[in-house]
T-cell receptor
Framework: DSGVTQTPKHLITATGQRVTLRCSPR?????VYWYQQSLDQGLQFLIH???????AKGNILERFSAQQFPDLHSELNLSSLELGDSALYFC??????????????FGEGSRLTVL | QQQVKQSPQSLIVQKGGISIINCAYE??????FPWYQQFPGKGPALLIA?????SEKKEGRFTISFNKSAKQFSLHIMDSQPGDSATYFC?????????????FGKGTKLSVIP
C-alpha cells in the first residue's frame, strides 16, 4: 500500500459528460502528480501541483483541469469526454517538488471508460 | 515531451534466467533514472534507481547498468522468478527544474514461466 488513495476506482460514463477524479496524497507529501495510462501511449504526465500551486504541465488537454486544495488532496476534472479519454488515471505524490530520492508514490488508479 | 525508448515490448523468460530490458533517452540534462514495476490492478512502484555518477547499481537480484555516453540504461533481473512477472517501466527526470515529473518508457511486460 503506497498510502496514496484514489477514488473512484472505476467509472463508466458517456461521451460529452464531465467527471471528477479525486486523489489523497501520502501523509506529509506536498506534491501531487497526475498521469494518464493507456495501452498505446504508456504513462503520460499530465500535471504537477505542489502545496496548492501548479508546478508543471505535460500533455494535458484543455478539456482537463486540476487543482490541489488546502488539505493537499487533488482533483482532476475531465470534461466533454471523448471515447479516446478512456484510460487509467494515476495520481502520485512525493515529499517535495524535487525530492531527495525523486521517488513518486502511485495510487492504484481510476479506470475511466467512456461509452 | 522528451522521449524515452524502451525495448522489448514484451519478454518471456524461463524461471532462473536473466531478464534484460533496455532504455534509451535523448536529453543529456536528465540526471535520475528509475525503474518502476507495475502489477495488474496496481500503480507503478519504484524498484531501483540510478544517478549518472555511477555506471551500475545493484539491489538484490536487480541491477541497473548505465551508459552515459550512449545515453542508455538497462535493467537486469537475475534468477528471474514467476513473482517477477509484471510490467516494467524505465523513466527519466531532471532535478533543479522545480518539478520531478517522470518521463516514462512505454513499458515491458515480463512473463517468467516455471
Amino acid at each position: 500500500d503506497s498510502g496514496v488513495t484514489q477514488t473512484p476506482k472505476h467509472l463508466i460514463t458517456a461521451t460529452g459528460q464531465r467527471v471528477t477524479l479525486r486523489c489523497s496524497p501520502r501523509s506529509g507529501d506536498l506534491s501531487v502528480y497526475w498521469y494518464q495510462q493507456s495501452l498505446d501511449q504508456g504513462l503520460q504526465f499530465l500535471i504537477h501541483y505542489y502545496n496548492g500551486e501548479e508546478r508543471a504541465k505535460g500533455n494535458i488537454l484543455e478539456r482537463f483541469s486540476a487543482q490541489q486544495f488546502p488539505d493537499l488532496h487533488s482533483e482532476l476534472n475531465l470534461s466533454s469526454l471523448e471515447l479516446g479519454d478512456s484510460a487509467l488515471y494515476f495520481c502520485a505524490s512525493s515529499v517535495t517538488p524535487a525530492g531527495n530520492t525523486g521517488e513518486l508514490f502511485f495510487g492504484e488508479g481510476s479506470r475511466l471508460t467512456v461509452l | 515531451q522528451q522521449q524515452v525508448k524502451q525495448s522489448p515490448q514484451s519478454l518471456i523468460v524461463q524461471k532462473g534466467g536473466i531478464s534484460i530490458i533496455n532504455c534509451a533517452y535523448e536529453n543529456t540534462a536528465f540526471d535520475y533514472f528509475p525503474w518502476y514495476q507495475q502489477f495488474p490492478g496496481k500503480g507503478p512502484a519504484l524498484l531501483i534507481a540510478i544517478r549518472p555518477d555511477v555506471s551500475e547499481k545493484k539491489e538484490g537480484r536487480f541491477t541497473i547498468s548505465f551508459n552515459k555516453s550512449a545515453k542508455q540504461f538497462s535493467l537486469h533481473i537475475m534468477d528471474s522468478q514467476p513473482g517477477d512477472s509484471a510490467t516494467y517501466f524505465c523513466a527519466t527526470s531532471m532535478s533543479g527544474a522545480g518539478s520531478y515529473q517522470l518521463t516514462f518508457g512505454k513499458g515491458t511486460k515480463l512473463s517468467v514461466i516455471p
